[in-house]
């Protein structure tokens, strides 16, 4: 994405709507911001990881050989695509590299491709989860939180939001979207061949939708009723055994 243009141009670009942002966000903003950055790279280091770890368990050594078997957030982050997710909500990570020629597994190719991209949205939803009870135990276990559990819980609580949009936004059916790849494997053979001719045109429509905000519009509403789920389902588990 947008690596047509010139990456030091580019660069200057985000960094003054950055600055921008900064500016006219005012204290509060600011600081949700950077209570926002832990979840960001978490969930992007996971989810990259996940589709790499996958991929080599096929059989699939490129990732490997390209050091992205690693939970090391330099070797996943995009810098664009991390600013974007920070200010807009909606970004990405560095893209993994698959060879299917070189899955080894007894299943199809088109399954392993498939598992491999349903792998990094998977992880954020099993990571929403997680986090989810690492919040109730410190609203339950620490009912008189000082400054330090409240930032910690808050941090916590973004990085929820973060694991469930970008899960639910990769789910995306449109090309260069996880989803698009994971849908493939339930298409006839026709439709792989009108998807494989029209993938550009379909990349244009995916931009417009971003840029003019109606993306955001269709998965806002995915994004709070998997939020919601997560919460009752943790919730229901607290009650349980509490």
Known sequence: MFYN???KTLYIILGVVALLSILSMGTAGIMMT???LPGVILAI???EFAH???ADKFGDTTPRSQGRLTLDPASHLDPIGFFLLVFTNIGWGKP????????TSNKSRSTCEMLVSLAGPLTNFILAIILTIIYYALSIFIPNPNNII??????VFYAIAVNIGLGVFNLIPIPPLDGEKIFRKFLPYKALEWLDRNENILYMI?????ITGLLSKVVAPVINVVYVLIFKLVGTI???FM
């Open 150 to 155: 409240q930032i910690i819980s808050t941090t």
């Open 52 to 54: 790499a770890y996958t």
């Open 96 to 103: 993994v590299q698959i060879n299917p020629n070189n899955f």
């Open 45 to 47: 280091t996971f989810h």
């Open 34 to 36: 950077l209570l926002t």
């Open 206 to 210: 995916f931009m417009i939708l971003w």
């Open 5 to 7: 243009i010139d990456k």
């Open 238 to 240: 607290f009650s349980i």
